[in-house]
């Protein structure tokens, strides 16, 4: 069976992604993939040693007679390796609480996280304390759910277009955070990034609270028909 709006379009693909539904999924998945990237977890993940380096852990790391370089990979072999399971972890509780419920729920804790790590920066807590709050700051994010987002949402006829354009909106995205995180470190300091990102994160869980559906299990058709519903509310408040 083909659900109604999968046959409503025969003009060009581009003009496709003008249908109100198509544009409202667009502009989740938009959305969602920039505020991921805003949130800091890539340029965290780039830039591990030296963030770490400034929160104290390589002081912590030498005290124990490691070399500048050696705690720098020790680092940054820890973070990868503990982010591992964490990654699998995630992906199991998507398809137990869904991805809706997974990302409502560790978005608060890394939104804490980073909340610590500022108070941290600026009353200068010890470095174990910051050290401990950091690993918890990198290892809590969500990192694979908005890609699975993406591929859920949008109509068969236009998925592929729209997937590219979430993947570009990712790319740019990751390319500013990337560019402009060692100049924020240096102007700005930890706490002040981590501020950035905790606002950043506060505003991706009001959009997905908002804007984002649960998707585990749903069928296409309903999803497609939510982001139609949602588009027609949108249009009519407008029109009030």
């Known amino acids: 069976m083909v659900h109604p709006s999968e046959t409503a379009s025969k003009g060009p693909i581009w003009a496709a992604l003008l249908e109100p539904g198509v544009k409202h999924a667009l502009f989740v998945g938009i959305g969602i993939q920039i505020l991921q990237q805003f949130s800091g977890i890539n340029g965290v993940l780039y830039y591990t040693p030296q963030i770490l380096e400034e929160a104290g852990v390589s002081v912590l790391l030498e005290s124990f007679g490691l070399s500048t370089t050696s705690a720098s990979f020790l680092i ?26 997974l990302l409502l729920t560790t978005l608060p804790v890394l939104i804490v996280s980073l909340i610590l790590l500022v108070i941290a920066n600026l009353v ?7 050290a401990a709050i ?36 990712y790319w740019i995205s990751d390319i500013i955070v990337t560019y402009t995180l060692p100049v924020l470190l240096d102007s700005i300091g930890l706490a002040g990034i981590f501020g950035i990102y905790a606002v950043v994160c506060v505003i991706s869980l009001v959009f997905i609270y908002l804007k984002v559906p649960e998707t585990k299990g749903m069928p296409l058709e309903v999803i497609t028909e939510f982001f139609s519903v949602g588009a027609r509310q949108i249009a009519a408040a407008k029109n009030e």
Do not use: H, Q, W
Request: hydrophobic letters at 50%; glycine letters at 6%; proline letters at 6%.
């Open 124 to 130: 200068t807590l010890s470095s174990v304390i910051e």
């Open 134 to 169: 950091s690993t918890t700051c990198l290892v809590t994010a969500y990192g694979p759910i908005p890609n699975i987002l993406c591929s859920e949402i949008f109509p068969t006829r236009v998925r592929g277009l729209c997937i590219a354009i979430c993947a570009l909106a």
């Open 76 to 101: 940054s072999a820890f973070t990868t390796l503990l982010m591992l399971p964490c990654i699998g972890l995630a992906m199991k509780l998507m398809d137990i609480t869904g991805r809706r419920i």
